[in-house]
């Protein structure tokens, strides 16, 4: 909205300013954006205008995240943006770009804590992620039996300080919990799942294509649509295909092929998709109930059978 008098705007304190409201906060949402980029042009005005957030539009917001993105990335930072996977609101986010992002963790938090967070992460992206079933969170519950390392080492647990992880009490562990969904790195759902955030997705994105893919596995997986990774949404009913999509960008993907509802990587009917995020683990659940009932009803009928005489044989007709 301000060029500040100038054709090619500079980096000033009105974006200082912006990138103050990110250090104090993990996101923005534009919404959430638009009143501070609107009493930062306010008071830089020159002539008195009062200026509300509905002035605000999406590039005046772009402008000023382009000029702190030239001004930080020295820095090894960056302002960047995807879309929430819950529905399509934008959410800008400070990231640390550096390829080892989730080191940064250790300014303020213990090497065994980091060592859980990445039990927790282990337990998100590779146990609570298969063939048949993509879940890519873990329950409060299976969170908190991490707080022990495992006897032995997996691939991704690495030793801290060139020694074995030390247990967290349940105590600490939930207060470590508590503390990735204050810092915004963890989510928790209504159902007791946690996540990666958006902004946790966004800077932590290298570190996770590097640490969970390999040649023969890839675990890590982008929506075929909007190419962010996507940790809930859909995957193609063919198990065997790459192709997932979120929610909301599915109905984009479709329209795209003429309204044709059909993997956009295989082209296979997208009929009776699994899940992908914590539905699938719902999925599993009742799949599972389901099938001991089944298992329990058939053996109760075999058994019944070989006690019941010929003449009561009707006894559970009508």
């Not at 000029?67 to 529905?87: G, K, M, V, W, Y």
């Not at 810092?183 to 955030?197: A, I, M, Q, V």
């Not at 298992?295 to 075999?302: G, H, Y």
Request: glycine share 4%.
């Amino acid at each position: 909205m301000s060029d500040n008098g100038d054709n090619d705007p500079v980096y000033n304190n009105s974006h200082r300013a912006f990138l103050q409201s990110f250090l104090s906060r993990a996101t923005l949402t534009f919404e959430e954006a638009r009143p501070i980029v609107a009493a930062i042009e306010k008071a830089q005005a020159q002539d008195g205008r009062h200026i509300q957030p509905a002035d605000i539009t999406e590039q005046d917001v772009s402008n000023y995240i382009n000029l702190t993105n030239a001004a930080i990335s020295p820095f090894d930072l960056e302002i960047r943006h995807t879309l929430s996977q819950h529905d399509r609101t934008r959410i800008y986010a400070l990231v640390n770009v550096s390829s080892d992002s989730i080191t940064q963790l250790a300014t303020t938090h213990t090497p065994d804590e980091i060592a859980f967070v990445k039990r927790c992460l282990d337990a998100m992206f590779e146990t609570n992620n298969s063939y048949r079933s993509e879940v890519l969170a873990v329950r409060s519950t299976e969170a908190l039996r991490l707080a022990k390392p495992p006897t032995t080492q997996t691939q991704h647990d690495e030793p801290t300080q060139g020694a074995q992880s030390q247990s967290l009490t349940m105590m600490q562990a939930q207060r470590m919990l508590q503390a990735m969904v204050d810092e915004g790195w963890f989510e928790l759902s209504k159902r007791d799942y946690y996540t990666l955030t958006p902004r946790a997705l966004m800077e932590l994105r290298g570190w996770l294509v590097e640490t969970y893919n390999d040649d023969e596995d890839e675990r890590i997986k982008n929506c075929s649509a909007c190419k962010s990774i996507i940790t809930m949404g859909e995957r193609c009913p063919d198990l065997d295909c790459s192709g997932r999509l979120h929610q909301h960008c599915k109905r984009m993907a479709f329209r795209a092929q003429n309204n044709n509802e059909r993997c956009p990587v295989c082209k296979k009917d997208w009929t009776d998709a699994p899940s992908v995020g914590e539905k699938a683990a719902l999925q599993n659940r009742r799949s599972t109930n389901g099938t001991g009932a089944s298992r329990r009803r058939s053996a109760t009928a075999q058994t019944d059978g070989a006690d019941d005489s010929p003449n009561d044989s009707t006894g559970d007709e009508g």
